[in-house]
Nanobody, 123 residues
Framework: QVQLVESGGGLVQAGGSLRLSCATSRGTFSNYAIGWFRQAPGKEREFVAR????????NYADSVKGRFTISRGNDQNTVYLQMNSLKPEDTAVYYCAARRGGSSDASIAYNYWGQGTQVTVSS
């Protein structure tokens, strides 16, 4: 089992950048694929990005492609989401999630979730 902790959220102006981190406070990320999801007020949770446990494959939602980058840290126990050119519509609570085996765009495929970190982008 892994226990996930997100950090790095905050308030930023449109066009700015933030880097979110997802770390494990228990266990390791070895053999776990990681996904980032977000949920805005009144909306369903949506897929943002995912990465395989080897880090060799990544995938992004169309809405963030070219602006966000998911990556694994050298210690293999941290996953980052670099968010550039932020827009007000990126405002949401961002969650990281983990699952054994292959990565997925579907939130239901993930077994472990962090508590979320708030990202607010002002116009």
């Amino acid at each position: 089992q892994v226990q996930l902790v997100e950090s790095g959220g905050g308030l930023v102006q449109a066009g700015g950048s933030l880097r979110l981190s997802c770390a494990t406070s228990r266990g390791t990320f070895s053999n776990y694929a990681i996904g980032w999801f977000r949920q805005a007020p009144g909306k369903e949770r949506e897929f943002v990005a995912r990465i395989t446990w080897t880090g060799t494959y990544t995938n992004y939602a169309d809405s963030v492609k070219g602006r966000f980058t998911i990556s694994r840290g050298n210690d293999q126990n941290t996953v980052y989401l670099q968010m550039n050119s932020l827009k007000p519509e990126d405002t949401a609570v961002y969650y990281c999630a983990a699952r054994r085996g292959g990565s997925s765009d579907a939130s239901i495929a993930y077994n472990y979730w962090g508590q979320g970190t708030q990202v607010t982008v002002s116009s």
